[in-house]
């Protein structure tokens, strides 16, 4: 059994700017990641970042996990815990965590949950022969392994991830014959989807699989045209002879502790479903506890990294700390914030919060 001031819980993009703004601010932190090395998503990412210097403007996604986790390596008040997964939250506010084959008992003063999010599916018939990847599987074989996942790709998917990914596979000399999309509009940004386009990859709105094809491992799809209900319509199924079908159709966020602690939870479809409700400084419904990153719904990078920031400032303060600085690192985050989801781009992200604050109010 342990205890610590911060108990922060994933060390992706959001997790590593909680703990960096905790600690800034005095307290002691606990930084936990189930994988061997921190920085998330963004160690698969290679594409560099939009935005200000403060979000690490034109830096290459693998490099700010490197800069952040360097940051945290320097930070006396981070202890980092490799190869820990949170196992559950209990009455008291204990957390469980499994390290390294031990079962370790952690009572934190506050909780960051940072956990990110899980992949969606698709259900299809032959939906699990071999040859069939999510898309942060293909990132991590390519961009972390250095292996190629197969010859010729078709991406389900036209949001950010599906698009980047799309390019990546192109960069590193894969096929991609075909981007598929139900929606009837790209959601990812227009620069992307330049990209893939000018390189010859058609994007298909308003398409979907229906089925896959192959004996021991994938070797072609049938897609059709879907209606606006997205039912396939009678006559438009075509098949693609593919070895690989990379599916990239949306993340769910990682809360499973925040419904152990009994945090109040809503069903919020913009960002990505159940999620809990917070107040300004992303503090849940049961005092202490925060959420920052995927977990408080589907963003980019960026916004997770500056939730993060106001997580980690408003959890230490919580605890008795804050620095003189606070007050305006505390507001430069939010303005930041409100930046990154402004224009049409953040009009989901908006929407969907819009939704949040009008789905009760938190009273800590």
């Given at each position: 059994?342990?205890?610590?001031?911060?108990?922060?819980?994933?060390?992706?993009?959001?997790?590593?700017?909680?703990?960096?703004?905790?600690?800034?601010?005095?307290?002691?932190?606990?930084?936990?990641?189930?994988?061997?090395?921190?920085?998330?998503?963004?160690?698969?990412?290679?594409?560099?970042?939009?935005?200000?210097?403060?979000?690490?403007?034109?830096?290459?996604?693998?490099?700010?996990?490197?800069?952040?986790?360097?940051?945290?390596?320097?930070?006396?008040?981070?202890?980092?815990?490799?190869n820990t997964t949170a196992l559950g939250y209990f009455e008291g506010g204990s957390v469980a965590l499994e390290s390294a084959g031990r079962l370790v008992i952690v009572e934190p003063d506050a909780i960051?949950?940072?956990?990110?999010?899980?992949?969606?599916?698709?259900?299809?018939?032959?939906?699990?022969?071999?040859?069939?990847?999510?898309?942060?599987?293909?990132?991590?074989?390519?961009?972390?392994?250095?292996?190629?996942?197969?010859?010729r790709v078709a991406m389900v998917g036209a949001g950010n991830i599906g698009v980047i990914v799309s390019y990546q596979l192109l960069q590193a000399g894969v096929e991609v014959p075909a981007i598929i999309?139900?929606?009837?509009?790209?959601?990812?940004?227009?620069?992307?989807?330049?990209?893939?386009?000018?390189?010859?990859?058609?994007?298909?709105?308003?398409?979907?699989?229906?089925?896959?094809?192959?004996?021991?491992?994938?070797?072609?799809?049938?897609?059709?045209?879907?209606?606006?209900?997205?039912?396939?319509?009678?006559?438009?199924?075509?098949?693609?002879?593919?070895?690989?079908?990379?599916?990239?159709?949306?993340?769910?966020?990682?809360?499973?502790?925040?419904?152990?602690?009994?945090?109040?939870?809503?069903?919020?479809?913009?960002?990505?479903?159940?999620?809990?409700?917070?107040?300004?400084?992303?503090?849940?419904?049961?005092?202490?506890?925060?959420?920052?990153?995927?977990?408080?719904?589907?963003?980019?990078?960026?916004?997770?990294?500056?939730?993060?920031?106001?997580?980690?400032?408003?959890?230490?303060?919580?605890?008795?700390?804050?620095?003189?600085?606070?007050?305006?690192?505390?507001?430069?985050?939010?303005?930041?914030?409100?930046?990154?989801?402004?224009?049409?781009?953040?009009?989901?992200?908006?929407?969907?919060?819009?939704?949040?604050?009008?789905?009760?109010?938190?009273?800590?």
């Amino acid at each position: 059994m342990t205890k610590t001031e911060v108990l922060v819980i994933g060390g992706g993009p959001a997790g590593l700017k909680a703990a960096l703004s905790a600690a800034g601010q005095g307290a002691a932190v606990t930084l936990v990641e189930r994988d061997p090395h921190l920085g998330g998503q963004l160690v698969k990412q290679t594409h560099m970042f939009f935005g200000s210097k403060e979000q690490y403007a034109s830096e290459r996604g693998f490099k700010i996990a490197a800069i952040l986790a360097e940051d945290v390596a320097r930070e006396e008040r981070i202890r980092v815990m490799p190869n820990t997964t949170a196992l559950g939250y209990f009455e008291g506010g204990s957390v469980a965590l499994e390290s390294a084959g031990r079962l370790v008992i952690v009572e934190p003063d506050a909780i960051i949950l940072a956990a990110g999010a899980q992949e969606n599916t698709l259900m299809f018939p032959n939906c699990d022969l071999p040859g069939i990847y999510g898309a942060g599987a293909v990132q991590t074989l390519m961009n972390v392994h250095g292996v190629l996942p197969g010859k010729r790709v078709a991406m389900v998917g036209a949001g950010n991830i599906g698009v980047i990914v799309s390019y990546q596979l192109l960069q590193a000399g894969v096929e991609v014959p075909a981007i598929i999309e139900a929606a009837p509009k790209i959601g990812a940004y227009h620069v992307h989807a330049s990209k893939v386009r000018r390189m010859g990859v058609p994007i298909y709105t308003s398409h979907t699989v229906l089925e896959a094809h192959g004996a021991d491992c994938l070797e072609s799809i049938t897609y059709a045209a879907v209606d606006g209900n997205f039912n396939p319509l009678p006559g438009t199924e075509k098949e693609l002879a593919v070895d690989v079908l990379c599916i990239a159709v949306g993340l769910t966020p990682l809360i499973e502790v925040l419904f152990q602690a009994g945090c109040r939870m809503a069903y919020i479809p913009e960002l990505g479903g159940h999620v809990p409700l917070r107040n300004e400084n992303l503090e849940t419904s049961v005092k202490n506890i925060f959420v920052a990153g995927d977990a408080a719904g589907i963003e980019e990078a960026s916004a997770a990294m500056v939730e993060g920031t106001i997580a980690g400032l408003s959890a230490a303060a919580n605890l008795g700390y804050g620095l003189a600085d606070y007050p305006d690192k505390l507001a430069a985050a939010r303005l930041e914030l409100e930046n990154l989801r402004s224009g049409p781009v953040g009009q989901k992200i908006r929407s969907g919060l819009e939704k949040l604050a009008s789905a009760g109010e938190v009273t800590i």
